[in-house]
T-cell receptor
């Protein structure tokens, strides 16, 4: 079926290190991508987004990179903190003006003290 | 103020029962969604309404029936609940058009069917 990413990996990083979370998306027509953070017991929360006409976008401590050639997204978190521990999802919007989003299976980030 | 709210937060019920989950958003958005998140955390879109009109209807059993009385509310009614319906159900909303097309999610409704 439709999916972005195929499994739920776990990434463990030491507090203070940088984290890189990867995502493969499936549809070359997708033109808008979002990273979400989901903490235990809560709904997904928007972190950062990027449009297909960009290859990099920076936020506060987070950077999203988009490689359209290989249909790959990454989320970089600088100086990872315990509060960053969560499941991270990438999502693709199939094309501007459509309302459908496809979510990846997520990556669990564990921050080690 | 909670932007997207859902009730109830927890729902435990017997197989065969009928139940409803409610969602409300105070963001003034035009589009609302229901997602199902399974035990492996996979998020799957179920339905979407735009200005009270159904625009996305994925392959969902017809025991699931969404209803949007107005654009701020999207409810989900489930008939004849089955064990496999146990999951977390998330409501989300989104502004129409513009540059900001991200969704805002509610806190989820944890449904357990016994």
């Amino acid at each position: 079926g439709e999916s972005v990413g195929l499994h739920l990996p776990t990434l463990s990083v030491q507090e203070g290190d940088n984290s890189i979370i990867n995502c493969a998306y499936s549809n070359s027509a997708s033109d808008y991508f979002i990273w979400y953070k989901q903490e235990s017991g809560k709904g997904p929360q928007f972190i950062i987004d990027i449009r297909s006409n960009m290859d990099k976008r920076q936020g506060q401590r987070v950077t999203v990179l988009l490689n359209k050639t290989v249909k790959h997204l990454s989320l970089q978190i600088a100086a990872t903190q315990p509060g960053d521990s969560a499941v991270y999802f990438c999502a693709e919007n199939l094309a501007s003006g459509t309302y459908k989003y496809i979510f990846g299976t997520g990556t669990r980030l564990k921050v080690l003290a | 103020d909670t932007a997207v709210s859902q009730t109830p937060k927890y729902l435990v019920t017997q197989m065969g029962n009928d139940k409803s989950i409610k969602c409300e958003q105070n963001l003034g958005h035009d589009t609302m969604y229901w997602y199902k998140q399974d035990s492996k955390k996979f998020l799957k879109i179920m339905f979407s309404y735009n200005n009270k009109e159904l625009i996305i209807n994925e392959t969902v059993p017809n025991r699931f029936s969404p209803k949007s009385p107005d654009k701020a509310h999207l409810n989900l009614h489930i008939n004849s609940l089955e064990l496999g319906d146990s999951a977390v159900y998330f409501c989300a909303s989104r502004a129409a058009g513009g540059l900001k097309e991200t969704q805002y999610f509610g806190p989820g409704t944890r449904l357990l069917v016994l």
